[in-house]
């Protein structure tokens, strides 16, 4: 079946240090790819997607680029902030009439001053 | 343009009564679907709703869960004879539908459900 795998955490940097959080797939069709971040005690939100090979997603300053070679889409920022701690999620969803996501289990992200 | 609004926010069950969660999806959204997040774990998918119709209900435990999309008013997904191991957040997402590649879910705040 479909799943995702990312890096665990959790993740603790300083300010202004580069993230880099891992996150590969497993799936029977050609998905679509999203990271979603959850601030403590609120729902999840999308923070970018790719659609297709090569893309590259962005918002906020986090990038993350969709590649079927390695079956990945890292999610990469180089230059966190204190409001950046969150979870953050990897997710993927089949094209084919609706979207049922599949997520990894979470990466824990804390910014230190 | 109102989100999906989920209601109630937090919700505590003794354990073996009924637990009625409600989801109303952002407007002009046909799709509704469930995730049921137990703590530090990643959100699991339950059931995917159209207006009166079950689309895939895989992902819901075969007994005591119920969902349902009606017509008119909110998506409810419905716990019978609560236990605790059904505390944990339940999310409700909602998207315009159709077949497209280039649409997203949006997710609720969710519903905190404790059963004590």
Known sequence: GDSVTQMEGPVTLSEEACLTINCTYTATGYPSLFWYVQYPGEGLQLLLKATKADDKGSNKGFEATYRKETTSFHLEKGSVQVSDSAVYFCALSLSGGYQKVTFGTGTKLQVIP | ?116
């Open chain 2, 1 to 116: 343009n109102a989100g999906v609004m989920q209601n109630p926010r937090h919700l505590v069950r003794r354990r073996g009564q009924e637990a009625r969660l409600r989801c109303s999806p952002m407007k002009g959204h046909s799709h509704v679907y469930w995730y049921r997040q137990l703590p530090e774990e990643g959100l699991k998918f339950m059931v995917y709703l159209q207006k009166e119709n079950i689309i895939d209900e895989s992902g819901m435990p075969k007994e005591r869960f119920s969902a349902e999309f009606p017509k008119e008013g909110p998506s409810i997904l419905r716990i019978q004879q609560v236990v605790r191991g059904d505390s944990a957040a339940y999310f409700c997402a909602s998207s315009p539908g159709g077949r497209g590649r280039d649409y997203e879910q949006y997710f609720g705040p969710g519903t905190r459900l404790t059963v004590t």
